[in-house]
């Protein structure tokens, strides 16, 4: 795997909090953990722990070890109880805790003797000050999901809430530590829901969002010092996790309106009697149901969200920005011709429509088979269409709706979870994934690209069209299992991705024309005139007035296309060791690897080329280290320290330049002008 490499040593006085709970270790799903002791602080061995989920009245069953500790990996988010009984002793009931994605919450448990009480109840959140967290994370809960106020409803957008993050570029990729944002990762209930191809989110940010915001339930934000379970990122990883049905019946429903009337007018569009919004009208509505089928059972959850945004786009020009400009023609040109000439240049300017649609509908099952089998399955949809929205934005100088192109994604990702408890100290996670992130750009206009300096471009833009960019097919397979033994929790596990990419866009396939002589942009118009009129102007260059043009050929597949697949497979070992009361250490090895073919083709005129284009090499020695500690050094105040190695994937369209942009598939030609 040719890839970033991202070695550091995080350590730090923690005095204050960073959050309200720890955070660390399970994508897509979350812990309860714990030392069950007597009222003298001496460990309880084979107490009956039962973890309570409010909300479904599903429990998890189990007994502390030799050591008195208990864990229950593989949770699902949410409000939860927790009673403690064993015979000589009060029964011990604590209430009121909710646990977050991805978070390992410490409940230690002090069990009283048995005398006249039955019950002992406890009520109150969890410590504020984590005393186990060893990793740099935060939770983005479901209270900010639901309540803060966010442009467009993105809501990976609440990654910007958190340290450590900030914007990477205009693109709307976001930056952890200053790592680019091609390097991070991203997963939806466990699922890795990055595209290969370009190493961003599905459906990039073309799109608005893949997920509605109305189907998630929280996500966490992990900057550092991550867990060996997550790999594949240099960066950041944010892990969300979607809502599930409980057994109450909840709905909802959105509407939000932007209309005309209500917006100001764009300032440069109105300085040349243009009188309209850059988003003309802007409507999202949707709403989501989840409830019970079978109570105590099973539970469903289902999402509607739709999307309709008029924007209308405006070109404006350097010369042809009033009524009736005319550039000055070649003598030998006709009056008649000069004038059709100008004419189809200033119809290029002015406001031309636009909209953006986007309908998403998610569905989720969670079957509580029995009191050890867990299954939760979904499947999201996504279908977006956007015609002239190749250039995204507002406005364009020099530029024409011809350069533009329609923008289509379609987005089907499916999800399986199956959580199974094995015995009292262990528990397995066994996740499945399919998904297609299609992405299509047309071209309004045929070829070939024209650009005339100085005063406009049209025609068939460079890069399209693009029937797939990519046509992307993501299998993933994990198992995770963790075992509690004496004070140390294991996990270990494999993930594989197996990625079918198929890559269709010929570069410059349309040709490009460029008309830039050293005359400025009358001598433009002029050459570019007399070549689209057929003007003979007495130099014997009649058509060819042009200073350059480009070509690019593919004589294999005729369309610029690569058809391959990504193998990714990963595997981690961990172990949470509670050396002493107040100190946890986390040590971890993660292994990853990209295995990616050879290229069919390569070009071998020369040996440099042959060196240099005839092999991608494969980096097998991805071995990643992680270690984490936390120390609680007196009341609220703890100190963690860190170390890790992080490999992330190389993007799946550099392997695609090296083996089909080498000459030998997709082939470049350059002419100069003989103006």
Not at 487 to 501: C, P, Q, S, V, Y
């Amino acid at each position: 795997m040719q890839s970033i490499k991202n070695n550091f040593f995080c350590s730090g006085l923690l005095m204050a909090v960073l959050s309200a709970a720890s955070w660390a270790q399970t994508a897509g799903s979350a812990a309860i953990q714990g030392t069950v002791t007597d009222p003298a602080g001496a460990i309880v061995p084979n107490a009956t722990v039962v973890i309570h989920n409010t909300e479904t009245n599903i429990d998890r069953t189990l007994q502390t070890n030799e050591a008195g500790i208990y864990a229950a990996p593989f949770l699902q988010p949410g409000p939860y109880e927790i009673t403690v009984t064993k015979t000589g002793f009060v029964k011990l009931l604590r209430k009121d805790l909710t646990v977050q994605v991805g978070q390992i919450l410490t409940v230690d448990l002090q069990m009283q003797v048995q005398a006249t009480t039955d019950t002992v109840t406890v009520t109150g959140e969890a410590p504020i000050v984590d005393p186990e967290k060893t990793d740099v994370s935060q939770v983005v809960s479901t209270a900010f999901v639901n309540n803060l106020p966010i442009a467009g409803r993105r809501w990976e957008s609440f990654v910007l809430l958190t340290p450590n993050v900030t914007t990477d570029g205009g693109s709307g990729l976001v930056s952890y530590r200053g790592v680019s944002g091609l390097y991070n990762s991203t997963s939806v209930d466990g699922a890795n829901n990055s595209q290969a191809l370009f190493s961003e989110t599905r459906g990039r940010t073309t799109i608005p969002y893949i997920y509605s915001q109305d189907s998630i339930q929280e996500f966490q934000v992990e900057s550092s010092n991550y867990s060996a379970e997550f790999g594949q990122a240099a960066g950041g990883i944010s892990n969300a996790i979607t809502r599930s049905g409980t057994n109450a019946i909840h709905a909802d429903a959105f509407y939000y309106l932007r209309y005309p009337s209500w917006n100001a007018l764009d300032p440069l569009a109105k300085s040349q009697g243009i009188y309209t919004q850059p988003v003309h009208q802007q409507q999202q509505f949707g709403g989501s149901v989840g409830g019970p089928i079978v109570k105590d059972k099973l539970f469903f959850f289902l999402t509607y969200d739709g999307s309709r945004k008029v924007n209308p786009i405006l070109y404006t020009s350097t010369f042809y920005n009033a009524p009736g400009k005319a550039m000055a023609c070649p003598a030998p040109m006709s009056a008649q011709l000069c004038a059709a000439a100008n004419a189809f240049l200033a119809a290029q300017t002015g406001g031309f429509p636009r909209f953006f649609n986007q309908d998403i509908g998610f569905g989720k099952l969670d079957y509580q088979l029995n009191s050890r089998n867990h299954i939760g399955s979904s499947l999201n949809l996504l279908d977006f269409k956007a015609p002239n929205s190749y250039q995204p934005n507002v406005s364009y100088s020099n530029s024409s709706p011809t350069a533009n192109g329609l923008n289509v994604t379609h987005e089907r990702i499916f999800i399986a979870n199956w959580d199974s408890t094995i015995s009292n100290s262990m528990v397995n996670n066994l996740r499945f994934q399919w998904g297609r992130d299609l992405e299509i750009t047309g071209a309004n206009f045929g070829p070939p690209s024209v650009t005339i300096s100085g005063l406009d471009t049209y025609g068939m833009p460079n890069a399209l069209p693009r029937p797939g960019e990519p046509d992307e097919h993501r299998y993933q397979i994990a198992d995770i299992l963790s075992h509690v033994h004496g004070r140390h929790t294991l996990k270990m596990g494999f993930d594989a991705n197996i990625i079918h990419e198929v890559m269709i866009n010929l570069f410059q396939g349309g040709g490009v024309y460029s008309y830039s002589p050293s005359g400025g942009a009358a001598a433009a118009f002029a050459a570019w005139a007399a070549d689209v009129t057929g003007t003979n102007l007495g130099d014997g260059l009649t058509g060819r007035h042009w200073t350059s043009f480009t070509q690019v050929v593919d004589p294999i597949t005729h369309v610029g296309k690569d058809d391959f697949w990504m193998k990714e497979p990963a595997a981690f070992i961990e172990d949470a060791w509670k050396a002493r009361s107040n100190l946890t250490l986390n040590l971890g090895l993660r292994y990853d690897i990209q295995l990616v073919p050879q290229p069919p083709q390569p070009y071998t005129a020369t040996p440099l080329t042959t060196l240099y284009t005839s092999t991608i090499n494969i980096d097998s020695n991805n071995f990643g280290p992680r270690i984490g500690l936390a120390w609680g050094i007196g009341k609220g105040a703890v100190l963690r320290a860190g170390y890790g190695m992080f490999y992330a994937q190389t993007p799946g369209s550099a392997y695609y330049a090296l083996r089909v942009e080498n000459g030998v598939y997709q082939q470049t030609f350059v002419c100069n002008g003989a103006a």
